[in-house]
């Protein structure tokens, strides 16, 4: 069946560093893939998306793009902020989504 | 729109006791879906619904547990009786199907304790 890998955390790092997520996935045909973010004390929401191979998913400085090569979504963010701490999922949708297992974040000042 | 609304936020109880919990989709949403988050095991699909019917329970983990969805705008998940390994954070979250992709909208929660 679907599943995700996630790399696993937390990340830490300090405030203007570089930042990669690894997530790769399986799946029998062409999903879309998810990046959800989950703030402490609150639901998940959608950070990005990108729907078919080479898309590149992207909001608030953070990129991922689908790469159907390597079966592979991984979350880059070029200088993170204190803001960004948080939980990251890396999903795909076929019939439902899947999730994986989150990757925390923490960012220092 | 206010979102999906989940309540109680948080609910504490004793094991043996029934519990219900109670969302509200974002309106004109069709999927609505429930899950359960722990440090061990993640986040875990349990429901989902579309147009208020259960179109896949094989994630409820078991009979203790039972999800309605009455009408377009309320869903209960409810645990009877509880135990204490049923405590973890309970999502509800609601989309609505879009070409090619969709997003689900994740209410706050409800944090579940059982003693």
């Known amino acids: 069946g679907d599943s995700v890998t996630q790399m696993e955390g937390p990340v830490t790092l300090s405030e203007e560093a570089f930042l990669t997520i690894n997530c790769t996935y399986t799946?029998?045909?062409?999903?879309?893939l998810f990046w959800y973010v989950q703030y402490p004390g609150e639901g998940l929401q959608l950070l990005l998306k990108?729907?078919?191979?080479?898309d590149k998913g992207s909001n608030k400085g953070f990129e991922a793009t689908y790469r159907k090569e390597t079966t592979s979504f991984h979350l880059e963010k070029g200088s993170v902020q204190v803001s960004d701490s948080a939980v990251y999922f890396c999903a795909l949708k076929e019939s439902t989504l899947t999730f994986g297992k989150g990757t925390m974040l923490l960012v220092s000042p | 729109d206010a979102g999906v609304i989940q309540s109680p936020r948080h609910e504490v109880t004793e094991m043996g006791q029934e519990v219900t919990l109670r969302c509200k989709p974002i309106s004109g949403h069709d999927y609505l879906f429930w899950y359960r988050q722990t440090m061990m095991r993640g986040l875990e699909l349990l429901i989902y619904?579309?147009?208020?019917?259960?179109?896949?329970d094989s994630g409820m983990p078991e009979d203790r547990f039972s999800a309605k969805m009455p009408n377009a705008s309320f869903s209960t998940l409810k645990i009877q009786p509880s135990e204490p390994r049923d405590s973890a954070v309970y999502f509800c979250?609601?989309?609505?199907?879009?070409?090619?992709?969709?997003?689900?909208?994740f209410g706050p929660g409800t944090r579940l304790t059982v003693t």
């Open positions: 619904f579309n147009n208020n019917v259960p179109i896949d």
């Open positions: 799946a029998t045909g062409y999903p879309s």
């Open positions: 990108a729907t078919k191979a080479d």
């Open positions: 979250a609601s989309s609505q199907l879009d070409r090619g992709s969709y997003e689900q909208y």
